[in-house]
């Protein structure tokens, strides 16, 4: 079965930081575009990272450029989100998706997420 | 990058049609034909419906199709049924380059 499971989420401080794995199995993570993506309470998705196949390249939501970091460890079939300097409005579920061959293929493979809450 | 604009809410009653617009701009919407559609039930994840303005994903139902006209993205659902009460969200490719979820909408089958 294909499937995606986040973790790493949690209760932080503002300005603190947090790594989110999100493990795949089911398909050989190697081969396809990854994605963050996530949705504050009661609100909307919003795009927030992707990274290509072998991780070299990475495009951010504005938002989050130069705070966020995208890896991934194919070899573990593993996806990664870093995040430092967090704020309140980081506050959200996030779910990691899989894309395709291209940056710009759909993503059809989601996660469940995991919550991200930063409050003091 | 500003989200897609979408309608908050639409409603029909069962085995109406109904369409959801999705509008941006020339950088995103207007300028690719990747234009993709997610449904997403509560306390769910999305599940994707529609990519490439209008194609459907294997075991997706025929009730759902695209379609796009310049900066304006579309998503009908035919026959509505109350399983299709859900919240619809486009997304679609820009030339930042990025991606961009629309604002979302809630359908109703009243």
């Known amino acids: 079965e294909v499937q995606l499971v986040e973790s790493g989420g949690g209760l932080i401080h503002p300005g603190g930081s947090l790594r989110l794995s999100c493990a795949a199995s089911?398909?050989?993570?190697?081969?396809?575009?990854m994605h963050w993506v996530r949705q504050a309470p009661g609100k909307g998705l919003v795009w927030v990272s992707r990274?290509?196949?072998?991780?070299?390249?990475?495009h951010y939501e504005d938002s989050v450029k130069g705070r966020f970091t995208i890896s991934r460890d194919n070899d573990k079939n593993m996806l990664y989100l870093q995040m430092h300097s967090l704020r309140a409005e980081d506050t959200a579920l996030y779910y990691c998706?899989?894309?395709?061959?291209?940056?710009?293929?759909?993503?059809?493979?989601w996660g469940q997420g995991t919550t991200v809450t930063v409050s003091s | 990058q500003s989200a897609l604009t979408q309608p908050a809410s639409v409603s029909g009653s069962p085995g109406q049609s109904i369409t959801i617009s999705c509008t941006g701009t020339?950088?995103?919407?207007?300028?690719?034909?990747?234009v993709s559609w997610y449904q997403q039930h509560p306390g769910k994840a999305p599940k994707l419906i529609i990519y490439?303005?209008?194609n459907r994903p294997s075991g997706v139902s025929n009730r759902f199709s695209g379609s796009k006209s310049g900066n304006t993205a579309s998503l009908t659902i035919s026959g509505l049924q109350a399983e299709d009460e859900a919240e619809y969200y486009c997304?679609?490719?820009?030339?930042?380059?990025?991606?961009?979820f629309g604002t979302g909408t809630k359908v109703t089958v009243l």
């Open positions: 990274a290509n196949s072998g991780g070299s390249d990475t």
């Open positions: 490439a303005v209008s």
């Open positions: 998706a899989r894309g395709d061959n291209y940056a710009w293929d759909p993503l059809d493979v």
């Open positions: 020339s950088s995103d919407v207007g300028g690719y034909n990747y």
């Open positions: 997304n679609s490719y820009t030339s930042s380059p990025s991606s961009v």
């Open positions: 089911g398909f050989t993570l190697r081969s396809y575009w």
